[in-house]
């Protein structure tokens, strides 16, 4: 097989577009005449509230959808620290009924007792861990599918930076979904608390409601440093997730800075940023250690004022030798409690950052605000097959007769229903009409797509997707077999190997060790460049869409190949068939057999006509493809 033949690029061709993370994150936005950061503007005291309105109602509904396993773990958890709480108890009676009274058969019962509950002490952790960890992941994996159902549907999709919202479906879903620990991990404090208390109130009044005063008091001055941790919190995972969409944007325009030679400006510009990060992240380790200073003084009172008022008490002979062991291990038991409830509700607080930066996707609106805009249904769309129009698409606003030819600039073109067209155009143009015809034209652009009588955009867009397939110049391949792929794991009565032929990848499909059921790796990348694009081609063709769009699908291979795609795809597509086909290329190979070719200079149609009369008629077209 020949090596993959080269291609020129276009006049005009697209580059990897240099990041430009401030005008995508308030975090760097500089000025362009100081080149310093601009600081980021504060949130009014409207927004703080609706963030934590948004937040609660996420957490509500965590809680509510687990509910029946986080009343499973609290109990559990309840029962786990109301046997941890009565281990000093059960000591101080064996002491005081086998021990003093010198009785073997006593001694017996007594460890056993303690084998006893020592033993439903570790059932009950380990099912609550069980119920309480497992319901955490299943949260997780709830938001993080609620979130990815969000950002991939265009008409709602949250106008912020992709490594922003990576951020926020990763790390963020998981606390969000840590409510659920939390809240069985408090009720599970309080049961500690309340038995050590009653046990503390059972030997002696008066050091139960000492040590019960020095606890409450401790535990209320410990949720007061809540509202520090939360905003600090915040904060930390706001500037988190600010370097990781600027990281993302580096990563994707690595090659374009290298060629410019401004990959050092744009270091300079992440370490500012992830400097920020660091700097965040300290003060909220800064509130974090203080909370566990707190948490460890007030553990440490509660035990000095146990060991004193106890040892007291036993010296007048108040209390028994048992009921003093039985005391001071109730009151250095209260330690734990607070210790958890100081670990508790700083984890909290994480959640409560998550849940509001969550919310604050979920509830976003669309931009351009079409949100409000209703869609059309089945209903209202065209049956297939339509024509598809383009009425006047331009980037923005044009001046009226600029060349004084009598004509209006703004791409006009008809697509008839069955129509194999080849689209001749530079990289923004494509990438206007490919918006255009997914429903999402960018903000400021003028024009419209209509399938049939019906708007492209106003198509609901469950419908859209079913009779516009859009597939990109570099698809993306999954996890799974090469037959899941093919089939996107949906079960259907056609065979994939009619599209595999026409896409050029029956042979190598059937050379894998076991075909169709071949697993790939992630992103496909245990296939080469150009067996990954055939499959994604293969894919398309399979789904068989009334309207097929596709943007160079045979760069990665070569002529022959190339040849055998392009005869396998219009006797697929077109032969006695009404599918319509839309093929933004450069490549001779595959114009050669569309049934028309349309030349698009800038913003307007400037040839139309068959591959071989543009080659004869047209300069500009015979530059695009053939050099």
Not at 298 to 317: F, R, T, W
Request: some cysteine.
């Amino acid at each position: 097989m020949s090596p993959p033949r080269p291609r020129a690029r276009q006049p005009g061709a697209r580059v990897p577009t240099v990041p430009r993370p401030p005008q995508r994150s308030p975090a760097i936005t500089r000025d362009t005449a100081s080149a310093r950061p601009l600081p980021r503007p504060a949130r009014p005291d409207a927004a703080a509230t609706a963030a934590t309105a948004s937040a609660r109602s996420v957490t509500r509904r965590t809680l509510a959808r687990q509910r029946s396993s986080v009343v499973r773990s609290s109990l559990l958890i309840m029962g786990h620290q109301a046997c941890e709480a009565l281990v000093p108890v059960a000591i101080g009676v064996s002491v005081d009924t086998a021990i003093v009274h010198g009785s073997p058969g006593l001694l017996l019962l007594c460890l056993l007792g303690l084998v006893a509950l020592f033993g439903v002490l570790n059932l009950c952790w380990r099912w609550a861990a069980r119920y309480g960890y497992g319901a955490a992941i299943d949260e997780a994996h709830l938001l993080r599918a609620e979130l990815a159902h969000r950002l991939m549907d265009p008409r709602t999709r949250p106008g912020r930076p992709r490594g922003e919202l990576l951020s926020i479906a990763s790390s963020d879903a998981d606390l969000a979904a840590k409510s659920v620990n939390y809240v069985s991990g408090l009720w599970g404090a309080a049961a500690a608390l309340a038995v050590s208390c009653a046990v503390l109130l059972s030997v002696d009044l008066r050091l139960g409601l000492v040590l019960i005063a020095t606890s409450i008091a401790a535990t209320l001055s410990l949720n007061a440093l809540s509202p520090l941790l939360s905003r600090r919190s915040t904060a930390q995972q706001e500037a988190l997730a600010d370097a990781s969409a600027l990281a993302t944007d580096l990563v994707s325009g690595l090659r374009t800075l290298q060629g410019i030679g401004a990959q050092h400006r744009a270091a300079d510009r992440y370490r500012e940023v992830s400097g920020r990060a660091a700097d965040v992240g300290i003060r909220a380790g800064d509130a974090r250690s203080l909370q566990v200073g707190a948490t460890v003084l007030a553990s440490g009172l509660v035990l000095v004022v146990s060991v004193v008022g106890a040892g007291v008490l036993a010296a007048d002979g108040a209390v028994s030798v048992g009921g003093m062991i039985a005391a001071v291990g109730a009151a250095q038991f209260i330690a734990e409690p607070l210790t958890n409830v100081g670990a508790y509700l700083q984890l909290r607080a994480a959640a409560r950052a998550g849940a509001a930066r969550v919310a604050g996707v979920l509830a976003a609106p669309s931009p351009g605000g079409r949100t409000d805009t209703p869609p059309r249904s089945a209903a209202a769309a065209s049956a297939a097959p339509a024509a598809l129009a383009f009425r006047g698409i331009a980037p923005r606003r044009p001046d009226r007769d600029p060349t004084g030819d009598g004509t209006d600039r703004g791409i006009t073109l008809t697509v008839a229903p069955g129509e194999f067209v080849g689209v001749v155009a530079d990289d923004p143009t494509v990438d206007l009409l490919r918006r255009f015809l997914g429903g999402d034209p960018p903000p400021g652009s003028l024009g419209t797509v209509l399938l049939g009588s019906t708007p492209v955009a106003e198509l609901d867009h469950a419908l859209r997707r079913s009779l516009i397939h859009l597939e990109p110049h570099r698809p993306d391949l999954f996890p799974g077999t090469i037959r899941d792929n093919l089939t996107l794991g949906a079960p259907g009565d056609r065979a994939p190997g009619d599209a595999l032929a026409a896409a050029g990848a029956a042979e190598f499909v059937a050379a894998q060790p076991l075909g169709l059921d071949t697993p790939l790796r992630d992103r496909g990348l245990s296939l080469s460049g150009g067996q990954r694009q055939r499959l994604a081609l293969a894919r398309a063709l399979h789904a068989d869409p009334p309207v097929l769009v596709l943007h160079e699908p045979t760069t990665a291979v070569d002529s022959v190949t190339e040849e055998t795609i392009a005869d396998g795809f219009a006797a697929l597509r077109h032969r006695g068939r009404t599918r319509t086909s839309i093929l933004f290329t450069t490549s001779p190979t595959l114009l050669a057999r569309t049934h028309r070719v349309v030349l698009v200079d800038g913003d307007r149609v400037t040839a139309s006509g068959t591959h071989h009369d543009l080659l004869r008629t047209s300069g500009p077209y015979r530059e695009r493809v053939l050099r």
